[in-house]
């Protein structure tokens, strides 16, 4: 048996995922064990600060290094201890780490996630991958979205043109080709919860709006979702990428402030929703215009409000979940990253440069062995 964790903490900061799964084969990934684990009160509110400021003491960064990375340490342990799997039988850890700042473009590109590796290795004692986008953004490559690769080994079909959504705090699109003479396309589409959790919470004081009951008791303000929807992001050509960093509550506000008119806070709610549905679903039109079915995963899975409007705008397609695929749609991120840790163990490449743009297919992360190594 081949065991790997993945851990994944996204742009929603709702939590750190982490998924035990087995691997037989590069195409192979049977999910053995999942669960997501509260921040600490604490540390969730030092790294929500250090990304929506974009600026910290450097004391502050590094302690939030250290303690993201014992928690995750923390985390990967739990779940160990809810299966029958001897600890030193998982090969390796593949965490993504939190983002607090992505630059994909400039003279000096760089992404940067914290949760620091040498602490995970240390106290998990597992040999632990991580920083995974550097090495295809010295490439030149985005450096995002990375799931692609994983979406193509597990989920492309000989006879279906398929197209994954990830919906987590970004959306991102990996179209799927039936053939494969044609080019895979994946990128960020643009804010997926990110926009809806943070004004919900900042009206109803609460991470989420549960199954989108709040945005479905509001209307559209079609002018305002014009408005948004002309933001430069949405005009640029792909590959690109984005993050928290740039769609916050300060791009909303700045946008409501351009806009003018006054609106109840529901009916932006229901407007950000729509907005994360029509950039979504111009962008397969765009993109895939073959596409033979969708299948959505991410927390954007659960909003059935968000669902059928996605149905309503890609009414010539069925749009399901990957669980019509075989994998939970809450566990793809997570069980992306322990394929890639796979990869990276095995010496295999794991970006798609025709994703990213980088100039060529690389091995990416660092690797930080377990201490128990001969």
């Not at 799997?85 to 983002?99: C, F, R, V, Y």
């Not at 979702?225 to 928290?244: E, H, M």
Request: aromatic share 8%; hydrophobic share 40%.
């Amino acid at each position: 048996m081949s065991y790997y964790i993945g851990v994944m903490s996204g742009t929603s900061l709702d939590g750190i995922d982490v998924a035990l799964v087995e691997n037989t084969s590069d195409s192979d990934c049977h999910l053995v064990a999942a669960q997501t684990y509260d921040f600490a009160p604490e540390l969730k509110q030092g790294l929500k600060t250090l990304i929506e400021d974009q600026h910290c003491e450097l004391k502050k960064f590094g302690e939030l290094d250290i303690s993201l990375g014992k928690a995750i340490a923390s985390a990967v342990i739990k779940l160990i201890n809810t299966t029958n799997i001897d600890i030193h039988e998982i090969e390796a850890i593949g965490s993504h780490g939190q983002t607090v700042f992505h630059h994909p473009d400039g003279q000096h590109p760089f992404s940067l996630q914290i949760g620091n590796a040498n602490v995970i290795a240390e106290l998990t004692t597992i040999t632990t991958v991580a920083d995974f986008r550097q090495r295809d953004m010295v490439l030149l490559g985005q450096g995002a979205p990375l799931v692609p690769a994983f979406h193509k080994a597990l989920f492309q079909h000989p006879a279906e043109n398929r197209v994954i959504i990830n919906i987590g705090g970004i959306s991102n699109i990996t179209a799927l080709p039936a053939s494969n003479s044609d080019k895979i396309i994946g990128f960020d589409t643009g804010p997926g919860n990110t926009l809806l959790d943070a004004w919900f919470e900042k009206h109803q004081h609460a991470p989420y709006d549960h199954d989108g009951l709040w945005a479905a008791s509001g209307s559209v303000n079609k002018d305002l979702l014009r408005l948004l929807v002309n933001d430069a992001y949405f005009q640029q050509a792909i590959p690109k990428s984005t993050g928290r960093e740039y769609f916050n509550l300060t791009w909303l506000d700045n946008k409501l402030r351009e806009f003018k008119q006054a609106l109840v806070p529901q009916d932006i709610q229901a407007t950000l929703t729509a907005l994360t549905a029509q950039t979504i679903a111009h962008d397969v039109k765009q993109y895939a215009p073959k596409t033979d079915a969708i299948y959505i995963c991410g927390g954007g899975a659960h909003n059935s409000y968000l669902m059928k409007a996605l149905r309503q705008l890609l009414a010539h397609l069925p749009v399901t979940t990957t669980e019509q695929l075989g994998l939970d749609p809450d566990w793809v991120e997570a069980c992306a990253f322990a394929w890639l840790a796979r990869q990276s163990i095995s010496n295999k490449t794991g970006n798609l440069p025709e994703v990213t743009g980088a100039k060529r297919a690389t091995i990416l992360g660092g690797i930080y062995s377990s201490n128990d190594a001969s």
